[in-house]
């Protein structure tokens, strides 16, 4: 009889691997023509709201969500009932969902837009609820059960404010306040409030997963999270209120909470076990990144002359954070679920590779100078687009995505041995 991997419960996360995959090439190509169609980038296009959405809520989201999957058994201790299946219908719910509403931004579809973001905020109920009961039945609040926590919540309300701000396109429902706050709280309640928040709860252990260091930097975590959940709080309430001092304290806090990662993330460094490998500086860089846009955040803030306009400042940084740390965490996880899927059944039955033998560290650095050219190519086509700025990202993101490809392909020949055996 031979040994059947555990596909359900590791099939719904590469599905979410793969469309994410998708998902980026639509948002690039949606940019490309929002750029093409008014000349420059233009917040309210149609082409470029679909784009935005397709990287954040496909892409970016979609990676995030997969792995989570995966890892919130591992932060809770606690296997869910059933995990596969729900693992399965989050993922129709989600990419379905978020397909409709590229389609409706592209489209000016404002019905389809409702629906599509209804069908994304329920596959997070369902996510949410499981993984939320885990959490709360283990009764052990570290960074990174709590920012999972805060963080879904707060991407539940950027999901809220983004469906009233369609229905009341639509025609639907009025707003209490102007459409551009809510915009405002939609964007810091997505970004901050879940992708960083997730991101600073996650770090005191995922710098450790790269160089194994003797410092958790749980400490450090937990006082980031304080100050970007308090900056959320003053911005909801001055953006609500319509007290611009309170959302200029509120921005100040959540660029202030990158500090304290940093300056953790620097004396793990100092106490590294093992050599700094690609997929470390892939995240280093992405830390450098995201410490610039919160940088540009507080000038911003605090009305000082920026050399672009906002929006175009920081989009044009958001690649230089996003795109690093989205291949370097999954350069870990990646082997991490296929050697779960392989090689776990036959523990103790036979000699396993370790999970570092399954991916090649030659092209993980080979995939972190792809990751510098595409991010940087991205940021400067961002900020000065050009027919030849465009061509260089685009070249340097085939070249990222087929590096990646060929890392696959070598972990398939690998690991496929083990899928055979009795």
């Known amino acids: 009889m031979k040994t059947r991997p555990n596909w359900p419960s590791v099939g719904a996360t590469f599905a979410f691997f793969a469309a994410a995959v998708a998902f980026t090439g639509v948002g690039l190509v949606a940019f490309g023509e929002s750029w093409r169609a008014v000349g420059g980038f233009e917040p309210a296009h149609s082409a470029f709201l679909a784009g935005v959405h397709a990287l954040l809520l496909g892409g970016l989201l979609s990676v995030y969500l997969g792995a989570a999957h995966q890892l919130y058994p591992v932060i809770s201790e606690r296997r869910a009932a059933a995990g596969g299946l729900l693992a399965w219908t989050h993922a129709v719910l989600h990419l379905s969902g978020t ?15 409702v629906l599509g973001g209804s069908l994304v905020a329920l596959g997070l109920l369902v996510f949410g609820g499981v993984a939320l009961w885990a959490l709360e039945r283990r009764r052990a609040w570290t960074p990174e059960s709590l920012g999972l926590y805060a963080g879904l919540w707060w991407l539940l309300l950027a999901l809220g404010l983004g469906l009233w701000m369609a229905s009341f396109r639509a025609g639907w ?24 928040q997730v991101l600073l709860g996650l ?14 930097g749980r400490r450090a975590a937990l006082f980031a999270l304080l100050l970007l959940n308090a900056g959320l709080a003053c911005d909801a309430l001055g ?28 004396l793990q460094i100092r106490s590294r076990l093992r050599p700094l490998g690609g997929s470390f500086w892939s995240y280093a860089l992405g830390t450098f990144g995201l410490g610039l846009v919160a940088l540009a955040w507080l000038l911003r803030g605090l009305g000082m ?43 103790g ?6 999970v570092q033998q399954l991916w090649s560290e030659r092209l993980l ?15 400067t086509f961002l900020i000065e687009p050009s027919p030849a700025s465009c061509l260089v990202a685009l070249t340097a993101t085939v070249a990222l995505f087929a590096i990646r490809l060929i890392n696959c392909g070598q972990l398939w020949h690998r690991i496929r041995p083990f899928l055979s055996r009795p």
């Open 239 to 266: 953006l609500l209120a319509e007290l611009p001092g309170w959302v200029q304290l509120g921005d100040a806090l959540l660029a202030c909470s990158i500090l304290p990662h940093g300056i953790a993330t620097a």
């Open 305 to 347: 002359g920026l050399p672009f306009s906002d929006w175009v400042l920081l989009a044009a940084l958001l690649p230089l954070a996003l795109v690093p740390i989205a291949f370097a965490v999954s350069a870990r996880v990646v082997p991490f679920l296929a050697w779960q899927v392989a090689c776990a059944p036959l523990l």
């Open 349 to 354: 039955r036979q000699k396993l590779p370790t």
């Open 365 to 379: 650095w080979g995939e972190f100078g792809c990751v510098v050219l595409a991010a940087l190519a991205w940021t």
């Open 203 to 216: 770090s005191h252990r995922l710098v450790p997963m790269f160089i194994v260091s003797r410092q958790t």
């Open 173 to 196: 429902v009025g707003l209490p306040v102007a459409l551009a706050e809510l915009r405002g709280l939609h964007l810091r309640a997505a970004f901050a409030g879940f992708f960083l």
């Open 99 to 113: 397909a409709m509403m590229v389609v409706a931004f592209w489209g000016t579809q404002h019905r389809l837009l």
